[in-house]
């Protein structure tokens, strides 16, 4: 039986464009926006970054030396956050899965809800201003603020550490959606029933598959 329920963020939970925040950033720098890419998503600060080794103001300040951009931190910041969008129908089902948890007496449905993410601080406070879904979670865990990421298994065991205080749950009793193909296969090395998630259907055949009962 499923007790826990763990999500990724981005491309599960929100949608993001990554590519948004390279092209916004052109008017700010002579760099092309495939250089401005790999200075924010593929360099070594930005992984310094999500596992929370460096602060938001050196990981500007080194991108901002990478591509001698003219733009402040604050419209740094502003470009940085814009990369995401809201799904809807992930949400709605997210509440559901909630609603069936305060039943608590007829209903043997508990699911605690554990949100996953490899992050960073800009991001996930902008997320957490932004995004009330996040509230819906009863624990979240961030790279950035546990210093390890996907698909390391320490940071899926802290994950299942939380999933086993929160709701007695062990490891094949938890379920995970990630985008990735490399987090799944990690997550199900641990013993976690875990499917990739590359659309809103997956969610629904996942809840049917393990016996989730959603409210309609
Ligand atoms: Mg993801």
């Known amino acids: 039986m499923i007790k826990a329920i763990i999500f990724d963020l981005g491309r599960v939970i929100v949608g993001f464009n990554d590519q948004k925040p390279a092209e916004a950033l052109t008017k700010y720098t002579k760099k092309y926006q495939s250089t ?13 970054f999500v596992l929370g080794r460096i602060t938001p103001a050196k990981f500007y300040s080194e991108v901002k030396k990478d591509l001698k951009l003219t733009c402040s931190f604050a419209k740094f910041k502003f470009i940085w956050n814009s990369m995401f969008s809201k799904r809807k ?23 605690c809800l554990i949100l996953l993410s490899d992050t960073n601080k800009l991001h996930f406070e902008s997320i957490l201003k932004n995004y009330p879904i996040i509230k819906e979670f009863d624990d979240v865990v961030v790279s950035y603020k546990q210093g390890c990421k996907k698909p390391s298994k320490k940071i899926f065991l802290i994950a299942l550490k939380k999933a086993k ?34 659309r809103f259907h997956d969610l629904i055949s996942a809840f049917k598959k393990f016996g989730i009962d959603v409210p309609k």
């Open 36 to 48: 401005i890419y790999y200075a924010m998503f593929r360099s070594k600060h930005y992984e310094e």
């Open 165 to 198: 205080e929160l709701a007695n749950a062990e490891p094949d009793e938890c379920l995970y959606f990630d985008d990735l193909i490399e987090n799944i296969d990690a997550a199900k090395e641990l013993g976690i029933n875990a499917v990739q998630y590359t």
């Open 89 to 111: 129908n992930v949400e709605q089902m997210i509440r559901k899965l909630k609603q069936n948890k305060g039943k608590s007496k007829v209903n043997s449905n508990h699911y």
